[in-house]
């Protein structure tokens, strides 16, 4: 279990976090943290966690936690070159206790801390996809980064939870005939709605390399890492209701696999079910003379230029950069044995998934990097994988 650090919890030089349950922070010398862990991902727009602790009944019988409860987390990564605090801010989903005398051992999920992301209203919002983002923006108390739209309409809701609501209009956002929209919350409070047409051509922030080949700035050193390629454009797309198939480019070994396998990141099986957790059934009233001029172009053409990114990196790294998602980032895949560069599959990524591990004397990020795979977009002078 984790030292004690300044009154908090963490591990001496490596890092200090604290937890703060209901503005609560639990006494040090009776809460062993076991780790912390956090995803976030465009397939699940709203991130998820999961905190494990010991403590002593008597402990737990006077502060116990209950569905709902707020949980504000700190954490500093005391070995970053960069040292920045990251702060999240989630709800209680909910609590599994066993116990082993004289101790329980607390498990608590979590789920991001956008309340009125559950609510559902009979309501419309007049303006663009943007001015609806920035209205459950506001609402959820979040950060925004978001891309232009042009498509102005008057959105009904009809009812629907905001998070299904929010993927609705994703899919129907329209700037120009290569637009193509992806929407998520991040662990750092942000609400994000991005044109995936200009992110693509934006200078990258980050590169990952393996540790050998050296290097300064914002360089992320890989040491694990799996690679693949996803084949058929809808792989990836919508994360359900599809079979994937895969081909390890390193063995070249085949497989097909259901997409509730697809997810093994997930905090709690309830994520990984294709049943409980995509609606394929539209419940928002029809758009009758409302609708922006190219409506229905958009909920075509979203959902097909987001397929394009088909195929997927996954490495894992211990220098804890505060990379995003969405970021650009520059991917160079070598050969371990003979320190060769792939140039097939080095190029420009996207990251679309962040897996936040800190527990003992580990801080680890695993990155999903997603790129182009048809290799029809090469127009930076890049190789295939490029955006």
Same mark, same amino acid.
């Given at each position: 279990?984790?030292?004690?650090?300044? *009154? *908090?919890?963490?591990?001496?030089?490596?890092?200090?976090?604290?937890?703060?349950?209901?503005?609560? +922070?639990?006494? #040090?010398? @009776?809460?062993?943290?076991?780790?912390?862990?956090?995803?976030?991902?465009?397939?699940?727009?709203?991130?998820?966690?999961?905190?494990?602790?010991?403590?002593?009944?008597? $402990?737990?019988?006077?502060?116990? +936690?209950?569905?709902?409860?707020? +949980?504000?987390?700190?954490?500093?990564?005391?070995?970053?070159?960069?040292?920045?605090?990251?702060?999240?801010?989630? @709800?209680?989903?909910?609590?599994?206790?066993?116990?082993?005398?004289?101790? @329980?051992?607390?498990?608590?999920?979590?789920?991001?801390?956008? #309340?009125?992301?559950?609510?559902?209203? !009979?309501?419309?919002?007049?303006?663009?996809?943007?001015?609806?983002?920035?209205?459950?923006?506001?609402?959820?108390?979040? $950060?925004?980064?978001?891309?232009?739209?042009?498509?102005?309409?008057?959105? !009904?809701?009809?009812?629907?939870?905001?998070?299904?609501?929010?993927?609705?209009?994703?899919?129907?956002? $329209?700037?120009?005939?290569?637009?193509?929209?992806?929407?998520?919350?991040?662990?750092?409070?942000?609400?994000?709605?991005?044109?995936? &047409?200009?992110?693509?051509?934006?200078?990258?922030?980050?590169?990952?390399? !393996?540790?050998?080949?050296?290097?300064? *700035?914002?360089?992320?050193?890989?040491?694990?890492? /799996?690679?693949?390629?996803?084949?058929?454009?809808?792989?990836?797309? /919508?994360?359900?209701?599809?079979?994937?198939?895969?081909?390890?480019?390193?063995? *070249?070994?085949?497989? %097909?696999?259901?997409?509730?396998?697809?997810?093994?990141?997930?905090?709690?099986?309830?994520?990984?079910?294709?049943? &409980?957790?995509?609606?394929? +059934?539209?419940?928002?009233?029809?758009?009758?003379?409302?609708?922006?001029?190219?409506?229905?172009?958009?909920?075509? %053409?979203?959902?097909?230029?987001?397929?394009?990114?088909?195929?997927?990196?996954?490495? =894992?790294?211990?220098?804890?950069?505060?990379?995003?998602?969405? &970021?650009?980032?520059?991917?160079?895949?070598?050969?371990?044995?003979?320190?060769?560069?792939?140039?097939?599959?080095? =190029?420009?990524?996207?990251?679309?998934? /962040?897996?936040? @591990?800190?527990?003992?004397?580990?801080?680890?990020?695993?990155?999903?990097? /997603?790129?182009? =795979?048809?290799?029809?977009?090469?127009?930076? =002078?890049?190789?295939?994988?490029?955006?």
């Amino acid at each position: 279990m984790s030292a004690t650090v300044g *009154g *908090g919890l963490g591990v001496d030089e490596v890092y200090s976090i604290t937890i703060a349950i209901n503005g609560a +922070v639990p006494d #040090p010398n @009776r809460f062993a943290f076991g780790y912390l862990r956090i995803l976030e991902s465009v397939v699940y727009p709203l991130p998820v966690g999961t905190i494990l602790f010991s403590t002593d009944t008597q $402990y737990w019988t006077d502060n116990p +936690v209950f569905e709902n409860d707020q +949980v504000h987390i700190t954490f500093t990564p005391l070995k970053s070159v960069q040292q920045e605090t990251e702060v999240y801010d989630f @709800r209680v989903y909910s609590v599994n206790q066993t116990y082993m005398a004289p101790y @329980r051992n607390i498990k608590i999920v979590l789920i991001t801390d956008s #309340p009125t992301m559950f609510y559902a209203h !009979p309501r419309t919002i007049e303006g663009t996809s943007r001015d609806v983002f920035q209205q459950l923006a506001d609402e959820n108390v979040l $950060y925004t980064d978001f891309d232009d739209s042009n498509d102005r309409q008057l959105w !009904p809701q009809a009812n629907r939870r905001n998070v299904l609501w929010a993927k609705f209009v994703c899919d129907h956002a $329209y700037l120009n005939e290569t637009s193509h929209y992806a929407w998520c919350n991040t662990r750092d409070n942000y609400l994000k709605f991005v044109n995936l &047409d200009i992110r693509k051509k934006l200078a990258s922030k980050w590169v990952f390399r !393996p540790e050998f080949v050296g290097g300064g *700035g914002n360089v992320m050193y890989y040491s694990q890492i /799996i690679t693949n390629i996803n084949s058929g454009l809808m792989n990836r797309s /919508i994360a359900y209701g599809t079979s994937n198939n895969t081909v390890d480019f390193d063995t *070249g070994t085949f497989r %097909q696999f259901n997409p509730d396998d697809f997810s093994k990141l997930s905090v709690n099986p309830q994520y990984d079910s294709s049943q &409980d957790s995509f609606n394929r +059934v539209f419940t928002l009233a029809p758009n009758i003379g409302n609708d922006h001029t190219y409506y229905n172009d958009a909920h075509v %053409q979203n959902p097909r230029l987001r397929a394009m990114y088909s195929t997927r990196v996954r490495l =894992g790294t211990q220098f804890p950069l505060n990379a995003a998602i969405f &970021d650009m980032c520059d991917f160079e895949y070598y050969d371990v044995f003979t320190h060769t560069t792939d140039e097939v599959f080095t =190029g420009r990524y996207l990251i679309s998934q /962040i897996d936040t @591990r800190i527990g003992g004397a580990y801080i680890y990020r695993f990155f999903e990097l /997603i790129s182009d =795979g048809t290799g029809t977009s090469a127009d930076e =002078g890049l190789t295939g994988g490029t955006l």
